[in-house]
């Protein structure tokens, strides 16, 4: 409490060492804790009102399972849980273990009957798991870069074999640095997706939502 009290005047930073993201900082800042790189927000800050757009331009009500690619400090599941009103399943995937001990010991992200976390690299993941999913949201970060491997062809075409009719991808990259996503688009068009691109949101990060409507339905 006494920390909570102080951030109020002074910003409190906590470093933690991560083989996969460097350093993480923690940082209470007017009672709130927020997890930032050094370039960029993970969790809980400009992060947190960019998903939240994301997912009030999609329809929620109707996903019966979730799969978040990029944990964080799972700022996604609570404003799932706690904006939306979402009771059904989600599966996080996250590379880095130390991220998933930050969610848990900082903000409370545990697994349960309801949500699986899952360490693994996520472009693995879409390869082997043998789940669909009706809402697959896509936030995966090094500091503030896609890595190159989410924007191949390889790697979406493991996505969209886990998507469930009418079901729906959020994207979430930069406008600075660059994410060329055009290729991206142009292969959603192909396998019959309906997709909007959202640029700026919070001044700095570019979405893609795609619907997939199977036709009559």
């Not at 390889?154 to 079901?167: A, P, Q, S, T």
């Not at 640029?199 to 339905?217: D, M, S, W």
């Amino acid at each position: 409490m006494f920390k909570k009290i102080i951030s109020y005047f002074f910003p409190i930073t906590k470093k933690i060492k991560s083989v996969h993201n460097g350093y993480l900082e923690l940082t209470v800042v007017n009672g709130r804790t927020v997890l930032d790189t050094s370039n960029t927000n993970y969790s809980y800050g400009s992060l947190q009102r960019v998903l939240k757009f994301s997912l009030e331009h999609t329809d929620v009500s109707h996903a019966e399972n979730v799969l978040l690619l990029g944990l964080g400090g799972g700022c996604v599941l609570k404003t799932l849980w706690n904006e939306f009103n979402y009771k059904g399943n989600v599966t996080a995937v996250d590379i880095d273990p130390v991220i998933i001990t930050v969610a848990e010991k900082e903000f409370g992200i545990l697994p349960d009957g309801k949500t699986r976390i899952v360490c693994a690299d996520a472009q693995d993941f879409v390869k082997d798991d043998i789940d669909k999913f009706d809402l697959i949201i896509i936030d995966l970060f090094i500091d503030n870069i896609v890595p190159e491997k989410f924007l191949q062809q390889e790697f979406w075409k493991d996505v969209l074999k886990k998507v469930n009719n009418n079901g729906t991808i959020i994207f979430n990259t930069l406008c600075t640095p660059f994410t060329d996503i055009q290729p991206i688009e142009a292969k959603l068009k192909r396998r019959g997706f309906q997709s909007h691109v959202y640029r700026y949101v919070e001044r700095t990060n570019k979405v893609l939502i795609a619907n997939y409507h199977l036709e009559g339905c």
